[in-house]
């Protein structure tokens, strides 16, 4: 089955800057959606950013301007570059990736935005 890898999350003073990354194994399918979505305690997983094989993207209104999305469809590889970060991005994010409407997750990574 799919796998997904993140990787970048830490610890940012805010006003800083923080790239995530995920790669995908074991992707079929040429087509499929990726994305960033990310979780706070006690809320909602709630969708940063998506971006289709074509290269449609679908920013949360929260990040619009900071926040960058990006995929290489070769090495199926997906980036979040992150700036600007507000203690209200703290969470725990996630990397995306749907393929015939079937979901993958990766396993998160900590993103904590703190003086």
């Known amino acids: 089955q799919v796998q997904l890898e993140e990787s970048g999350g830490g610890l940012v003073q805010p006003g800083g800057s923080l790239t995530l990354s995920c790669a995908a194994s074991?992707?079929?399918?040429?087509?499929?959606?990726m994305g960033w979505y990310r979780q706070a305690p006690g809320k909602q997983r709630e969708l940063v950013a998506s971006?289709?094989?074509?290269?449609?993207?679908v920013y949360a209104d929260s990040v619009k301007g900071r926040f960058t999305i990006s995929r290489d469809n070769t090495k199926n590889t997906m980036t979040l570059q992150m700036s600007s970060l507000k203690p209200e991005d703290t969470a725990v994010y996630y990397c995306?990736?749907?393929?015939?409407?079937?979901?993958?997750w990766g396993q998160g990574t900590q993103v904590t935005v703190s003086s």
């Open positions: 995306y990736l749907r393929e015939i409407l079937t979901d993958y």
């Open positions: 074991g992707v079929i399918s040429r087509l499929f959606l």
């Open positions: 971006i289709t094989t074509r290269g449609d993207i």
